[in-house]
């Protein structure tokens, strides 16, 4: 009788057991009974999203006409790689794109991306409509 009581015990727990092990299987592990849902579709982020704003008051800095102390005003440019732009921009020209500073020794693509909202190539303009620094000439 003994023998016959703990075969029955074994076996509820053996079924027991079972039972919570395809209950995590089927609801914690993977969920396998769930319903299929679209994922949404990827929307790779434009420049607009991911640029740092500017702040307030802070001046665009010019990479074709700044000098090496208005360059070290950017996030990781010191002395030698403000050098670096100034003598690629003297044995080049002036920068046509901003990808164009990838091509400077000590210039990654990333600081470029970081450095978005505060240079241009272009000189800003006045309330006038006039580039800063020129002069307006009079007619007649």
Known sequence: MFRQHTARW???ATLAALAVIVWGALFCIAPV???SAQAAPYRALTAEQT???VVEGQTLVNINTA???ELMTLPQIGPARAQAILA???ANGPFTSLEQLD???G???RMVESWSGRITLTEPRSAGGQTHGQEETELG
């Open 103 to 105: 091509e400077v020794e």
């Open 107 to 109: 210039i990654s693509q």
């Open 67 to 69: 000098g090496a102390e």
């Open 33 to 35: 009974w769930q319903l």
């Open 51 to 53: 640029a740092p704003s």
């Open 10 to 12: 074994l076996a509820a």
């Open 88 to 90: 690629y921009r003297e």
